[in-house]
């Protein structure tokens, strides 16, 4: 998928949501905090690890029924990984500024306990130059030539904890699968891959 594909997808996703809007529901506020097992997927194939990174982000919910929630965000993202130098370790960050949007299905097995699964995309923009502690190194020259737009697709599940009769205590956990090359390199292909691991409060 290249970019232009990318973008037209986009403008026709937020093209419908004006329509799903208008679409009487009921609608929450929710704000969250959490992890990012960030990494790339790398090719030629390269050594690398996870990076604990944070996110911070807060969404607004469409419910529509019992079971369908549309759920678009804005969020702050780290994200990265961790490779090796001989025997260094370097970071390799990246930091966004992302709209995940996502539908979810909530499945109620107990009075304040919900389960739910949900599916959707993120689309992000850089927020400056990869961090980067070895400047003439091959990743770090790449890290100098980002992207400005990143884009991925998201899928994962939950559980929602009722507090009351309008607020709900969350635990998330999501994987982002990143189509788009986060920087121009001559030497290496670098996309987005990340667990997100996530706390929130809606009401």
């Not at 004006?18 to 992890?35: D, H, K, R, V």
């Not at 607004?60 to 029924?65: A, L, R």
């Not at 306990?113 to 992000?124: H, P, S």
Request: aromatic residues 12%; proline residues 2%; glycine residues 10%.
């Amino acid at each position: 998928m290249n970019l232009s594909q990318i973008r037209k997808s986009l403008l026709g996703t937020f093209a419908v949501l004006p329509l799903l809007f208008s679409t009487p529901a009921s609608a929450e506020w929710g704000a969250y905090l959490g992890f990012n097992l960030a990494n790339m997927d790398i090719v030629p194939s390269t050594r690398s690890e996870n990076k604990t990174s944070l996110i911070l982000g807060a969404h607004y919910g469409f419910e529509f029924g019992e079971v369908w929630t549309l759920e678009p965000g804005l969020q702050y993202a780290q994200r990265g990984f961790t490779y090796y130098l001989g025997t260094s370790a370097i970071d390799f960050s990246v930091a966004y500024i992302e709209v995940p949007v996502v539908m979810k299905a909530r499945f109620t097995t107990k009075k304040d306990i919900t389960w739910v699964l949900l599916g959707g995309f993120d689309v992000g923009v850089a927020t400056g130059n990869a961090s980067c502690a070895i400047t003439s190194d091959d990743f770090c020259i790449a890290g100098r030539n980002l992207n400005t737009f990143h884009f991925g697709l998201q899928a994962g599940g939950g559980l929602e904890i009722r507090v009351n009769s309008t607020e709900r205590l969350t635990v998330t956990l999501k994987y982002l699968y990143g189509l788009t090359e986060v920087a121009h390199s001559s030497a290496y292909e670098l996309r987005n891959r990340g667990i997100e691991i996530l706390l929130g409060y809606e009401f």
